[in-house]
């Protein structure tokens, strides 16, 4: 608001989210109501106030039409009181319920007990009881959700379905719930996106198909399914295809159907949207325990409540862990601080049983195995390991069952370190794939899909195409940026049928709960991927097409995502998870994943991760996608406060999708997500349409006009204002906004932000013209960074023939490298990089990791390159992993490549030795 009249700026575009500016509306009305309240008291002029009420209702009615609390009964209640010029009534009831949206007390009262307010009862006692339930609100309430119901009928139906369902419920129910209905198609689709505590839908009866809620924030809603024709039918098959629509928006969703169609048109072709069909004269009671019975499966934690009640048992222990149920430190005396600090309940749920009601991560078959498989369900996957070491053993595990010594495997080369060793313990031949540069910022962005094919394209001119096992890309990357991974699947399968695809999705485990991020998942593509290619109209569309389309007999959709749950969504650290949808799993690497899945799993697990992570699916499938979408909406709040305020745009900048992807890559055109002179860009668009879209969670801020590179930056947020980020470039740092972020810290952040601008602006308007100089030459030095060099080559001792391909033998350079008579020691200086231009061949003998960037510039076996000397020369971090200033740069000596030559040609003879007996080393 602008001033105290509670008036809107009109020139400012508002929060990006609905529901936030349903809750500012509904944060205007109760000033507004006070304003006239106040007004009426002093015997003022009530015309604007009362104008601007009114105004606040108007757009009230919208909003509350999809939400059953306070509902759009109660909008028409408080128009009454102000009609009735009851304003110290209408002040106290827009009060309290301005603060029970705001704080989500409405969700922890007693609903189960509430009458209606048609039911006749005053004003005044309303409020005391409203007053009393939100003051008595905790903790042990019941978790409340809504019911939406999309039916055509009148008032009176609709009511006596609410009434009905009401009069079902128990004092035994778990849950409490309302409902709320809409006469439309369109409202349905707007209601489960605007309204995220809708858990069930109900579709009834004829209901029509437009909107008569007209407020522009809707139309987001109806564009994220702008790719889908909305259905035009009518009766039991608009239903049908709706039923489609709301699952793809919210997959978690329990629909059912409520028809008086004959049985012949329903049973069987109902298609497996909906979990049960009504027939409108069924009793509530059936409705009422089956919307239980969706929530009660989903809220279900199988381990979690395993330990719980195994934590409870009396248990005595002669076995490992003396810190089982606190007892070391509870019989002791030198430790009790820890008992103290932690409290009894994680020490009560430390065992190493695997009996009495628990169960063995390495061979899951109780409770353990169901909350796997709950999670599959949850992430859309075919199956679901838990992993309790993190996502790099996770890639470890994934690299070393499906792939075996002399596969070839493509792999973006600026990918998290666990994949470079994950191919070194597998025996890979490794080709790395370039990503496209951006020095301007000191960061590298993502594959371009014309270089993956260009280097499949090379390995089958070569011959090599039954080779190439896996293609492994990280989606999304640190700095937010997302591959479409069904168009780079698709492309990639038209070359190679039979590709195995990993996508390390470590910082993206919360897509699936966003439906425009959902799109841009390995898991929601790889099941659009099996749906097209075993649909009949793609086999048909083959028959026609057969010389541009993949043969559905022969293409196989093998897709596996690492996600580290822990970074993004509710889990303790360490926890992760890969999820499978591999059409051969079961035939051809369920043996190998477990073996590979025992390598590389302590058996030891840590029981609190397993339960963190059972409980930590229990809330995405409950509550994911509000958290997600509150999570995209404070983003763009800061986005949006960055770029408008003019103490911080003198020193910040928001990089927006046009700083951090080519034109090339962005067909839309889309160049940002919020604009000070456009206001908000069209982010869906991009997702639909381009190659590399940019996570709307991650907000990079452009630094280098305050003259501090990233590293400095990140340690005055932390050590000055207990701000904590991590990934930092020479000029850049990066914000992500997660689940567990509230507006409250978004409006620190932005606090911190304005007081470091000042203290520059303060510190400059006292320096000499020589300190200005300085700092403009410290500015310009950001401005410039080092180029950021591309992958050099193998060395050819290090490649399997000389067929000029370029994959490598990370390996054997990696093991080579472990005698110390094959290494030499060079200095990192000018002197080498000007051997180097004269010819001299430096083979790198290590990985060499500068942070920033945080992925390895050198790999054993690589021909150091000029560009690269100067690169590292070029830093100004001063942490480098793998070299060592006083050693210098770890190479391979001459006589160790000349004996790696050796057994690189012996290693050739051996395979054509296999091939031309029909022998291929590979058979996953």
Not at 256 to 283: C, H, I, K, S, W
Not at 462 to 478: E, H, P, Q, Y
Not at 760 to 789: C, F, N
Not at 796 to 813: C, I, V
């Amino acid at each position: 608001m602008s001033h105290i009249d509670g008036q809107p700026d009109p020139s400012h575009p508002g929060p990006y989210t609905v529901p936030q500016i349903r809750m500012d509306t509904w944060n205007d009305f109760q000033v507004r109501c006070a304003w006239l309240n106040e007004f009426a008291r002093e015997g003022r002029d009530l015309t604007e106030p009362r104008s601007l009420v009114q105004e606040s209702i108007v757009l009230l009615r919208d909003f509350e039409a999809y939400w059953a609390f306070p509902g759009v009964a109660k909008i028409e209640e408080m128009a009454g009181i102000l009609a009735s010029a009851e304003y110290a009534d209408l002040a106290h009831e827009a009060r309290d319920l301005a603060r029970q949206l705001v704080s989500d007390a409405y969700r922890l009262r007693d609903r189960d007990n509430e009458e209606r307010s048609q039911n006749g009862r005053h004003i005044d006692e309303m409020r005391h009881q409203m007053t009393r339930r939100y003051e008595t609100s905790n903790k042990s309430d019941k978790p409340y959700f809504e019911v939406l119901v999309v039916d055509g009928n009148d008032s009176y139906d609709r009511d006596e379905l609410r009434e009905g369902l009401w009069a079902c419920r128990r004092e035994s129910d778990e849950f409490t719930y309302d409902v709320v209905t809409v006469p439309t198609l369109e409202d349905a689709l707007i209601a489960v996106q605007f309204n995220w505590t809708i858990q069930t839908v109900f579709l009834r009866y004829n209901y029509s198909f437009r909107t008569a809620h007209k407020h522009p924030a809707f139309q987001r809603y109806l564009d994220v399914l702008e790719r889908d024709p909305m259905p035009t039918c009518f009766g039991l098959e608009r239903s049908v295809e709706l039923g489609k629509l709301l699952k793809k928006l919210r997959p978690e969703l329990d629909l059912f159907l409520v028809t008086d169609a004959p049985l012949d048109r329903v049973a069987g072709n109902m298609g497996t949207e909906f979990r049960r069909v009504f027939y409108r004269l069924e009793q509530y009671m059936e409705q009422h325990l089956s919307i239980m019975k969706g929530i009660r499966e989903r809220y279900a934690t199988p381990f979690f409540d395993a330990l719980r009640k195994f934590s409870a048992k009396p248990t005595g222990v002669f076995h490992a862990l003396p810190i089982a149920r606190g007892k070391s430190m509870s019989s002791g005396h030198w430790a009790r601080d820890l008992l103290d600090f932690y409290g009894p309940n994680i020490f009560m749920a430390e065992t190493s049983a695997t009996s009495g009601g628990l169960d063995s991560l390495l061979q899951p078959r109780g409770p353990i195995k169901r909350a796997q498989d709950f999670a599959a369900r949850a992430f859309g996957a075919r199956e679901t390991f838990f992993v309790t070491n993190g996502t790099s053993t996770a890639n470890k595990i994934v690299s070393q069952a499906l792939i075996q010594p002399g596969d070839i495997v493509l792999v973006d080369r600026d990918c998290h370190k666990s994949h470079h060793y994950a191919l070194v313990l597998a025996g890979a031949m490794t080709v790395y794939l370039d990503s496209y540069a951006l020095p301007q910022y000191s960061m590298y962005g993502a594959v371009p899909l014309d270089e993956i094919e260009r280097q499949l394209l090379e390995l089958k001119d070569a011959g090599k195409l039954d080779r190439v096992r896996m293609l492994i890309l990280t989606n999304c990357t640190f700095d937010g940026i997302t591959y479409d991974p069904q168009q780079v699947m698709e492309r990639v399968l038209a070359i190679k049928p039979d590709m195995v695809f990993l996508w390390d999705e470590a910082w993206f485990a919360y897509g699936r709960f966003s439906p425009t991020l959902r799109q841009r998942t390995a898991m929601d593509a790889a099941a659009r991927l099996r749906k097209k290619y075993r649909s009949p109209e793609y086999r048909k569309a083959f028959g026609a097409s057969r010389e541009t389309m993949v043969d559905p007999d022969s293409v196989k959709v093998r897709v596996y995502a690492t996600q580290s749950t822990h970074k993004t969504l509710t889990s303790l650290r360490q926890g992760s998870m890969i999820h499978v949808f591999d059409e051969d799993f079961e035939q051809k690497v369920s043996d190998s994943f477990h073996e590979a899945f025992m390598t590389h799993t302590s058996t030891s697990p840590n029981y609190q991760i397993i339960a963190s992570l059972d409980a930590g699916r229990r809330q995405v499938e409950l509550e994911g996608f509000e958290l997600v979408e509150q999570t995209i909406g404070l983003a763009m709040t800061l986005r949006q406060r960055i770029s408008e305020h003019p103490d911080l745009t003198r020193f910040f900048s928001v990089l927006k999708p046009q700083d951090m992807i080519p034109a090339e890559h962005r067909p839309s055109g889309i160049e940002f997500y919020y604009d000070s002179t456009h206001g908000w860009g069209q982010m869906e668009v991009a997702y639909h349409q381009d190659e590399f879209t940019l996570d709307p969670t991650r907000v990079t801020l452009y630094i280098g006009a305050t003259g501090m590179d990233g590293d400095t930056f990140r340690h005055l947020l932390m050590d000055k204002y207990d701000i904590q980020i991590n990934k930092t470039s020479r000029n850049t740092v990066l914000f992500m906004p997660n689940i567990g972020t509230t507006r409250g810290d978004i409006a620190y952040l932005i606090d911190v932000l304005v007081e470091i601008s000042h203290d520059i602006a303060d510190r400059l308007s006292l320096e000499s013209s020589s300190g200005l100089s300085r700092h403009s030459a410290k500015v310009d030095s950001l401005l410039d960074g080092p180029p950021l060099p591309n992958f050099s080559r193998f060395h050819e001792a290090f490649k399997p023939d000389a067929s000029g391909t370029a994959e490598g033998d990370l390996r054997r350079a990696y093991f080579l490298a472990y005698e110390d008579a094959n290494i030499d020691l060079v200095s990192l200086d000018r002197s080498t990089l000007s051997e180097i231009k004269a010819g001299r061949e430096y083979v790198s003998a290590a990985f060499i990791t500068p942070y920033p960037p945080g992925f390895p510039v050198l790999v054993p076996g690589q021909v150091i390159s000029q560009e690269i000397i100067a690169y590292l020369l070029e830093l100004d971090v001063t942490e480098i992993h793998g070299y060592d200033p006083e050693k210098g740069l770890r190479v391979f000596t001459q006589a160790a490549i000349k004996r790696s030559m050796g057994i690189q040609a012996a290693s050739t003879q051996q395979v054509e030795r296999k091939e031309s007996h029909g022998r291929h080393p590979t058979g996953i």
